[in-house]
């Protein structure tokens, strides 16, 4: 025996004893094996109380064995590795594993909070809808509170170190569980010759397997286990995960599989200098589903049953067969089934004194009890254990004589001293992932639990998570489900004979939802029902007293199932003494609804490798190069990354900008424009096709035009807006904003499919392929000329609002003459793979003219001197082109998308926001962006609000700050004053101009 | 996550498609005819139907084409996918229409 193990059994169990290790919990070292849980070796180690309940601060042990455990809730890890909330029952340990209890508080042996365990009283069902409440202004401080006594774990403060990755698989049928049944499902599935995926949260397969002494066909159950895996691995086919939890059932048979991968190998597969993947996020889209989760072994719920050493049966098993630990020394057994009566075969066969069976059933138990008998075990049937003694340690039983009446009271006629009491009260089939995919639920009332129902889809369940609790049941269920399965898929399935077991019949559980005490069920020690959350019987009853009567409500006031619990461990006893209390069947109370993820899942497995630079795709330019040389900080413009200026000798933004716009207005400047989308429209019927969604007049451009456009959705509201130029008679060529591009095809897609597919018109995005260099500014004639073009660019025979193709440089190009910012300007279109050498040649050239480079912000500025509008800031789906003083664009001889809406009476209301310019009356105050406009200062709130300011910028040209606003009625109350209202600022008077600041008539980019 | 699919394309996962509402609303012929009311109706008012349910999806990260999707609301249990130039069978009954699920 190890020193310290005090609880190992000295032989025997699945550990690996050639590998001790060394892990620390609460600060403290212990040892332990490879193949131990944290859980197990805690026992092992004789670590009985691991931390302190939710509410109550109560001292609590471990419970159970796997997902259901409610107490043993860990903090693993140090730093930014910590991960919270893990169940000690589910962590493998490894060498120097470190472990906190997530619940004590200071520690676990002494903890201030136990002492509300003496005011139970107040903190009953609704503690905290009725406590927190008043006054309004201390919930800051009620919250402070109830998170530190809480006490869950600690999220990291830093960036998740691990590494995560996403997998998509198909398969034909995902077997979900590999104990007797799901092993059976697959093999039957595999051999039939079907894709199989087996998917099992434990470290081995085997389920219940590897908790017990089964036999199958004459030997030990796990060398059928081990057959069986062995066929499944060499399937080409099959492809098993064990350490993978099947998390989420989504629609249509997807289902979602966290994986915890053994770093180790996975370190040796990739090479050290990639850190290994620590969770793989599975995404399965399975033709057939079976569900073979198991079923989770209920508690009895009777005074105190919350004391360290009260465990459930079958984890009593678990941890004597599989990890060699004996979790006490002297113990009763208490039970209103047979599956108990193995434990107390089990606990006398690995040396434990059973002090008794008690059994609530008069008549006990069927063959199983005279094996117990033989072996000189003591049952008490027609008994009940009503309380247990000791605090943080079980002492004693209190035994009392039971008729059978739900509500009656009970005098404790026998005291047994015990460390340990492994319970039963029958099993809940795993049926979350069943109910998750929509299937219904049935109550059987012989079995004392609900079944899998009607499914919704594709899916089936079978062995003890579809009520078949003996082995031979689950052997032949995971036949049936597996055969099933393969016939839905046109497969024949395979002759496979059932294993044959050695069981003898059982008899019939009896219902025992809660034990009876000596007092009543309000006034006795606290009977729990759900120990994560604290809940109790009284608190079920309190709930019912106070008029909650719906399971989903009293769920919530009770806080029963919440957690990382779920409803795995408490919920059917407290849907059967909620239906006790209510006086109805539990069919009739129902269930409540289970949803994804069946067990906790960390955010980084969610995440995958969609982190840091990963997170979402970056499109870059073909000058994106250049622009990084530059020392241009960028913006994000949807995914582009676009310079926003061009910094010279460490200007900061403002004088970059403020110089960048003047070059433009005295001289010349270049920007990148090739986010712009562009979209090639072709065909027969491509001037039809445009005239119905766009507002202007498109039949009257002649080729060689081009034309400012804008595109309304059917409500009327501004939607997107560009240039448009007519290519030649039967070939357009659109522009729309960075933004809006893919949003813009997929809108005239639609249209073209849907409403008018008899139009021969053809539509390809050139967003990737063309780039767009904007050269703006009294000089950019000369600058073309200068560089060399084979068109001449004069006035006469290249007019503003006209599209050339030309030779710029010896490279193809295309000319428009269009102008964002008010100045003579051309925007030359090239393929993109010639626009870095472009670029380049007019830089060059472009010495002479002091040629500068500009960015975003600059382009924004220059715009809004002009009073242009940015679709999606100056707009935002709620204004009109007629808001927008756009009145001249929209055609009154057609019909286009969005026409009708605009005599909608709400589009015709006078008081509509309408588009104006802004000035500080104080000459020199930017507005800030965004700030609310008011008709006078100094009123009481909430103060009316007139409109709001949509873009504002200092305007070197101009000298003083201007600003675009939409105010109500706006364009009627020219030189009016308002008030704008910047939160924590004094109110700016500023008075309403036109939005046209700079050149108003527009003489400028004619020339 | 729904399987649909496309009628190019074949079965394709959600994530590829994009979702245009309920189809068969034909854009009236005449729109300066209707009243504000029957505008307004074509505007904004959709059927909602609990059970089948015909909608539009887009092929929006594969053939970009728009098709029609027989869905039930319900049960997201998918009757068909239509190309828009096919003759659509008639929807499923409501007879056929799942009983009331909890949610
Ligand atoms: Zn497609």
Request: hydrophobic share 40%.
């Amino acid at each position: 025996m190890a020193a310290g193990q005090a609880n190992r059994l000295p032989r025997g169990g699945r550990i690996d004893r050639s590998r001790p290790l060394r892990f620390s919990f609460d600060g403290k070292s212990y040892a332990g094996y490879a193949g131990d849980t944290l859980a197990s070796a805690l026992l092992a180690n004789g670590v009985s109380l691991l931390g302190r309940s939710f509410k109550l601060r109560r001292p609590r042990g471990i419970v159970g064995g796997g997902a259901e455990e409610p107490n043993a809730v860990m903090q693993v890890g140090e730093g930014a590795a910590a991960r919270p909330n893990l169940l000690a029952t589910q962590v493998e340990l490894e060498p120097g594993l470190a472990a906190r209890a997530t619940r004590g508080w200071p520690s676990t042996r002494f903890d201030i909070g136990a002492a509300l365990d003496s005011f139970g009283r107040i903190l009953g069902a609704g503690f905290y809808y009725k406590t927190f409440k008043y006054p309004r202004a201390w919930w800051k401080l009620y919250e402070h509170f109830i998170r530190r006594a809480a006490g869950f774990g600690k999220a990291p403060d830093s960036p998740d170190p691990d590494r995560y990755e996403h997998r998509n698989a198909h398969c034909d049928v995902l077997v979900a569980g590999g104990g007797p049944a799901g092993l059976m499902a697959a093999l039957t599935a595999a051999r039939a010759g079907a894709r199989v995926i087996l998917a099992d949260d434990d470290v081995e397969f085997g389920g219940s397997l590897l908790a017990g002494g089964d036999a199958i066909d004459g030997a030990p159950a796990m060398d059928w286990v081990a057959g069986a895996v062995a066929e499944l691995r060499e399937m080409p086919d099959c492809r098993l995960l064990s350490r993978g939890t099947v998390f989420g059932y989504h629609d249509h048979n997807f289902l979602t599989i966290v994986q915890r991968c053994v770093q180790e190998a996975d370190a040796a597969a990739q090479g050290p200098a990639r850190r290994p993947v620590a969770e793989r996020l599975w995404r399965v889209r399975a033709k057939r589903v079976v569900l073979a989760q198991g079923a989770f072994e209920r508690p009895l719920v009777f005074c105190n049953n919350d004391r360290p050493g009260v465990m459930l049966a079958s984890a009593v098993s678990g941890y004597i067969h599989r990890h060699a630990v004996l979790p006490g020394r002297r113990a009763v057994v208490f039970t209103n089934n047979d599956s108990a009566y193995r434990t107390a075969i089990d606990l006398a066969g690995a040396g434990a004194e059973v002090a008794a069976i008690v059994d609530s059933r008069p008549g006990g138990a069927g063959a199983i009890g005279q094996r117990v008998k033989e072996l000189g075990i003591p049952v008490l049937a027609g008994h009940v254990v009503s309380d247990v003694s000791g605090r943080r340690r079980v002492r004693g039983a209190g035994i009392a004589r039971w008729t059978g009446e739900p509500w009656s009271a009970v005098e404790i006629t026998l005291r047994i001293d015990c460390d340990l009491l492994a319970v039963s009260g029958g099993f809940s089939p795993a049926v979350h992932l069943h109910s998750q995919a929509g299937g219904k639920l049935e109550w059987d009332e012989s079995q004392l639990c609900f079944l899998p129902g009607e499914a919704r889809q594709p899916h089936d369940s079978a062995g003890a998570g579809n009520g078949k609790l003996s082995l031979g049941d689950c052997l032949a269920d995971g036949l049936r489900a597996g055969k099933a399965a393969v016939e839905a898929l046109g497969l024949n399935p395979p002759e496979i004979e059932i294993p044959a077991t050695n069981e003898s019949p059982a008899a019939p559980i009896k219902a025992l939802w809660r034990v009876p005490a000596a007092k009543d069920a309000d006034r006795c020690p606290k009977q729990f029902i759900d120990f994560q959350n604290d809940t109790t019987v009284a608190d079920i009853r309190l709930a019912v007293r106070e008029g909650y009567r719906n399971v989903e409500h009293v769920k919530r006031y009770t806080a029963l199932g919440f957690g990382t619990d779920q409803g795995k461990l408490g919920n059917i006893n407290g849907m059967a003494v909620l239906a006790e209390t209510l006086g109805k069947p539990i069919p009739e109370v129902g269930t409540t609804t289970f949803r994804p993820a069946y067990t906790p899942v960390r955010f980084g497995a969610g995440a995958g490798e969609s982190v840091g630079a990963l997170y979402d795709p970056v499109r870059k330019t073909a000058l994106h190069q250049w622009h990084e040389a530059a020392g241009a900080p960028m913006e994000v413009v949807g995914q582009w990354h676009r310079p926003r200026y061009f910094p010279r000798n460490g200007e900061d933004l403002h004088a970059a900008v403020a110089r960048e716009c003047l070059a433009v207005r005295n001289s010349v400047g270049i920007m990148d424009a090739s986010t712009l989308g562009k979209i090639d429209v072709r065909g027969p019927d491509a001037v039809n096709f445009l005239e119905r969604v766009y507002t202007h007049n498109v039949d009257r451009m002649k080729p060689g035009r081009c034309a400012y456009g804008i595109l309304l959705g059917e409500d009327g509201m501004v939607m997107d807006d560009g240039v448009m130029a007519r290519l030649a008679e039967d070939r357009f060529y659109l522009t729309t904003t960075t933004g809006g591009a893919a949003q813009v095809l997929d809108w005239l897609e639609k249209w073209l499919q849907t409403e008018w597919p008899e139009l021969e018109v053809w539509l390809t995005s050139l967003t990737e392929q063309f780039s767009t260099l904007a050269v703006a500014g009294p000089n950019s004639r000369a600058l073309l000329e200068k560089l060399g073009c084979d068109i001449p660019l004069d006035r006469e025979s290249f007019p503003f609002m006209h599209v050339r193709t030309a030779n710029l440089a010896g490279m193809p190009v295309s000319l428009f003459r269009v102008s964002f910012s008010g100045e003579l300007a051309f925007e030359i279109n090239i393929a993109s793979g010639l626009a870095p050498d472009l670029w380049r040649k007019l830089m060059d050239v472009g010495r002479e003219f002091e040629l500068t480079p500009y960015g975003t912000e600059t382009m924004h500025v220059l715009r809004a001197e002009k009073g242009f509008v940015i679709v999606g800031q100056d707009t935002d789906g709620s204004v009109t082109p007629v808001d927008l003083g756009m009145n001249w664009l929209l055609s009154k001889e057609k019909d286009f998308l969005g026409k009708r809406s605009l005599a909608r009476p709400d589009c015709l209301r006078a008081d509509r926001k309408q588009l104006v310019g802004l000035l500080s009356r104080a000459g020199c105050t930017v507005i800030p962006e965004g700030a609310q406009l008011i008709e006078r200062t100094g009123q009481r709130a909430p103060v009316p609000m007139c409109g709001h300011v949509t873009s504002s910028y200092h305007s070197a040209s101009l000298g003083h700050p201007i600003a675009l606003a939409l105010v109500a009625g706006g364009r009627g109350r020219r030189g009016e004053t308002l008030f704008a209202a910047p939160p924590g600022r004094e109110p700016i008077a500023v008075e309403i101009v036109s939005p046209a600041f700079y050149d108003p008539k527009g003489g400028r980019q004619h020339v | 996550m729904l399987l649909i699919e496309c009628p190019w394309c074949g079965p394709r996962a959600e994530t590829e498609f994009s979702y245009g509402g309920e189809a068969g609303i034909p854009r009236p012929a005449d729109p300066d005819a209707l009243s504000d009311a029957e505008w307004a109706d074509y505007l904004f008012y959709r059927s909602n139907p609990r059970g089948a349910h015909r909608e539009l999806w887009n092929h929006a990260q594969g053939c970009r084409r728009w098709f029609v999707v027989e869905r039930d609301t319900v049960t997201n249990r998918i009757a068909g996918s239509f190309r828009l130039d096919e003759t659509v069978p008639v929807p499923a009954s409501a007879a056929e229409k799942q009983p009331e699920q909890g949610d």
